[in-house]
């Protein structure tokens, strides 16, 4: 597999190397949690690297394959910035690789090297009307509050999550000034019905929702893996 690659289709004027190398490895670390083969072994593809071509900063080389074949891997060459030169959200670049390798052609068992696929004009094309799924938006929720996660909400802890429906999620939350675990709803899709992967407005202003603002959101669910449900899905 050849490390260069074409000239990138974006404007690069406005981002030093280290700067794209940042948003390389942001893309990178978001990809770690498609490494691992799904749980069940039906047909499925999954990441096996993410390179960043040496002449080509602007861009990201992610290869894929059956986690069983090597022959069967494929490597999709992804843009870091749009036509604008604004960031590509690193959602927006999963997004746009699930289609592309939904598309897929089938792997010639004699190609000697791992094909790569200029995908950089198809991902800002797609970028036009980005396709998520309601996946996508479980795991924007659920960042929120990761485990292990260092950050301003530190003081409150992840102790569970579970999917209800095509448009809800709990949380499960614990926190030092919580007398007993709680369940927070929070919604996946906005007023359109599109899954919505940018929960940051929720995650600022949870630190100060919980616990003063729980009053407020009470929710007659009845759940035993908490002692209470509080409904932040209008956030």
């Known amino acids: 597999m050849d490390s260069s690659g074409p000239e990138s289709p974006c404007s690069r004027s406005g981002w030093s190397e280290e700067q794209l190398t940042d948003l390389h490895r942001t893309l990178m670390g978001q990809l770690l949690r498609l490494v691992p083969v799904p749980l069940s072994r039906a047909p499925a593809l999954v990441v096996r ?3 960043q071509p040496p002449r080509d900063p602007a861009t990201t080389r992610v290869v894929v394959w059956d986690g069983r074949n090597a022959a069967t891997s494929m490597a999709y060459d992804l843009p870091l910035t749009d ?5 590509i959200p690193w959602c927006s670049l999963i997004a746009a690789l699930r289609h592309l390798v939904g ?4 792997r010639d068992a004699q190609e000697a090297d791992t094909p790569v696929v200029d995908a950089r004009a198809e991902v800002l094309r797609l970028l036009q009307a980005p396709s998520y799924d ?3 938006a479980l795991y924007s929720a659920v960042s929120m509050l990761e485990p292990g996660r260092r950050a301003r909400e530190e003081s409150m802890r992840l102790s569970g999550f579970l999917l209800l429906n095509e448009r809800t999620a709990r949380l499960y939350i614990d926190a030092p000034l919580l007398p007993d675990r709680i369940g927070l ?4 899709r906005d007023e359109n019905g599109n899954p919505t992967v940018d929960h940051t407005a929720l995650a600022y202003a ?4 919980v616990p003063d603002e729980l009053e407020w959101n009470t929710s007659k669910a009845r759940d035993p893996y908490c002692s209470a449900v509080y409904d932040f899905t209008h956030w």
């Open 83 to 87: 036509g604008c030169d604004d960031s």
């Open 134 to 136: 309601v996946t996508d």
């Open 185 to 188: 709803d929070v919604a996946l």
């Open 103 to 106: 598309g897929a052609r089938d």
């Open 206 to 209: 949870l630190p100060s929702l």
């Open 49 to 51: 690297g993410v390179l």
